[in-house]
């Protein structure tokens, strides 16, 4: 998975509880990416980073917040989770000129 | 009108067939192209990256894009059964910030 690993792999929580989603990659690469992919709705952006502290919002960021302190760390949170954020999380890297890789996933479920 | 536009399938293809698999889009400024695999319960993963127009060729793999259609096409050459996944296609303008189709199921029956 070229280099990036997702924390935790599963979880379940309940409503209304944060939720905190890790992406760490060691191919040192600019770009880092949140998306979402729900049956029906393809991959969608929620948030991505083009640098340490350097954040941008994708199309679906209502409910999420990030942090990137670190080149290697990329942080997803859920203020307040909803059934609505019950999805599979991906995280992508990608550098100059090479495409975007993906991570493992994470496939949350909110009760 | 989706900026992305993929048939979703399912395609059933016999083992050994030569696959065709489609991407339509509305922007004119997208210039870079990318086709990933993506395995059941697994993540996506990179097949093709290319810009502008032209073929690109890797081993069975052969990605085509043709800008004045606004359509990429990815074929599959003796497809195996091991080649059963779904199929995405992404594209972008500045070579950030891609948006995926919603890809399409393919199973190759031995």
């Known amino acids: 998975d070229a280099g990036i690993t997702q924390s935790p792999r599963h979880k379940v929580t309940e409503t209304g509880t944060p939720v905190t989603l890790r992406c760490h990659q060691t191919?040192?690469?600019?770009?880092m990416y949140w998306y979402r992919q729900d049956p029906g709705h393809g991959l969608r952006l929620i948030h991505y980073?083009?640098?340490?502290?350097?954040?941008d919002k994708g199309e679906v960021s209502d409910g999420y917040s990030v942090s990137r302190s670190k080149t290697e760390d990329f942080l997803l949170t859920l203020e307040s989770a909803t059934s609505s954020q019950t999805s599979v999380y991906f995280c992508?890297?990608?550098?100059?000129?090479?495409?975007?890789?993906f991570g493992p996933g994470t496939r949350l479920t909110v009760l | 009108q989706k900026e992305v536009e993929q048939d979703p399938g399912p395609l059933s293809v016999p083992e050994g067939a030569i696959v065709s698999l489609n991407c339509t889009y509305s922007?004119?400024?997208?210039?870079?192209f990318m086709w990933y695999r993506q395995y059941s319960r697994k993540g996506p993963e990179l097949l093709m990256y290319t810009y502008s127009s032209g073929n690109k060729e890797d081993g069975r793999f052969t990605a085509q894009v043709d800008k004045s259609s606004k359509y990429i096409s990815l074929f599959i050459r003796d497809s195996q059964p091991s080649d059963s996944a779904t199929y995405l296609c992404a594209m972008s303008y500045y070579g950030q910030n891609f948006v995926f189709g919603p890809g399409t199921r393919l199973s190759v029956l031995p």
């Open positions: 191919e040192n690469h600019r770009y």
């Open positions: 992508a890297i990608s550098g100059s000129g090479s495409g975007q890789f």
């Open positions: 980073s083009y640098g340490v502290k350097d954040t």
């Open positions: 922007n004119s400024a997208f210039q870079y």
